[in-house]
């Protein structure tokens, strides 16, 4: 198909504008799933350290350090609130992810 570019001028316009809209979806989805990724690692670790606080907070339990238990343990909730809100966030991307691929 051969354009005038006299005549369609406004159709290649319009198909410029396009594939720069569409080119910045595709960033955007990409920036998203990096984000993602990022976020899971992040989740992982966030967990490991809920259950190492928990651990902690066991073993000074048993040897009758109670506050210091205790100190483990609201940390290990402290940590458990933030990871819930890191995987609310996942959550959201996903969604996102989701309805740009017209699921």
């Known amino acids: 198909m051969e354009f005038n570019v006299e005549c369609d001028r406004d159709i290649i316009k319009n198909l410029c504008e396009t594939a720069e809209y569409l080119y910045g979806i595709v960033l955007e989805t990409q920036e998203l799933k990096l984000i993602r990724d990022i976020l899971y690692g992040v989740s992982v670790e966030q967990r490991n350290l809920k259950d190492t606080l928990k651990k902690e907070a066991s073993k000074l339990l048993r040897k009758g350090l109670k506050e210091a238990a205790n100190y483990a343990d609201t940390m290990a909730f402290i940590v458990d ?23």
């Not at 966030?89 to 740009?100: G, H, M, N, Q, S």
Request: include cysteine; charged fraction near 50%; glycine fraction near 4%.
């Open 81 to 103: 609130l933030k990871l819930c809100e890191i995987e609310k966030l996942i959550a959201k991307i996903e969604e996102i992810l989701v309805k740009e691929r017209g699921e």
